[in-house]
């Protein structure tokens, strides 16, 4: 456990579901992000909030819908996806980007999506 | 894009060798990380190196930094098979909010 939990740890969804990634911190961490890992692809970046605010928005497709109520939680809506968005998703968090304090990103253990 | 690019993609070695992957990247950064990824699961951050420090040592664990040529290498000494995983170097341009850019990453087998 690394103090980043991803809900549910496997999903497989159609493409007419709607469906929401979860991501949970008690680490007291003001920065999430999500990442998409594709196979033989490096890890993309998909979003970043900090202190609950959006800061990045890569260029992701709407059917991808970040939401961030508070700094603990992470939310990642999915909806008319395709078979293309089947991947693993990473939530990290991190402290003090770049500051004094940074220590990197701690990892969920990553949310496992299929789309049929 | 792409920032870091690791080298070799395959590394494949016996027990208690070391094993060295490298790193390069294309602009300026804050600092690079190396983190470890076992099979389908999340990444585990193994150790940061800012962009004013040359080398750093945790454990069995060295990384160097040549901000001159932007190339990073993580040394893994007297390997063991726990070790085997797939290792990503990680770079903060430090103006991003956080942002890591990741490379492709190394596939390291350790054969008992």
């Known amino acids: 456990e690394t103090g980043v939990t991803q809900t549910p740890r496997h999903l497989v969804m159609g493409m007419t579901n709607k469906k929401s990634l979860k991501c949970e911190q008690h680490?007291?961490?003001?920065?999430m992000y999500w990442y998409k890992q594709s196979a033989k692809k490096p890890l993309e970046l998909m979003f970043v909030y900090n202190f609950k605010e959006q800061t990045e928005n890569n260029s992701v497709p709407s059917r991808f819908s970040p939401e961030c109520p508070n700094s603990s939680h992470l939310f990642l809506h999915l909806h008319t996806l395709q078979p293309e968005d089947s991947a693993l998703y990473l939530c990290a968090s991190s402290q003090g980007a770049a500051g004094p304090v940074y220590r990197g990103y701690t990892f969920g253990s990553g949310t496992r999506l299929t789309v049929v | 894009s792409q920032q870091g690019e690791e080298d070799p993609q395959a590394l494949s070695i016996q027990e208690g060798e070391n094993a060295t992957m490298n790193c390069s990247y294309k602009t300026s950064i804050n600092n690079l990380q190396w983190y470890r990824q076992n099979s389908g699961r999340g990444l585990v951050h193994l150790i940061l190196i800012r962009s004013n420090e040359r080398e750093k040592h945790s454990g069995r664990l060295r990384v160097t930094l040549d901000t001159s040529k932007k190339s990073s290498s993580l040394l893994i000494t007297a390997s063991r098979a726990a070790d085997t995983a797939s290792y990503f170097c990680?770079?903060?341009?430090?103006?991003?909010?956080?942002?890591?850019?990741f490379g492709q990453g190394t596939e390291l087998s350790v054969k008992p």
């Open positions: 680490l007291g961490h003001n920065a």
């Open positions: 990680a770079t903060d341009a430090g103006n991003q909010g956080g942002k890591l850019i």
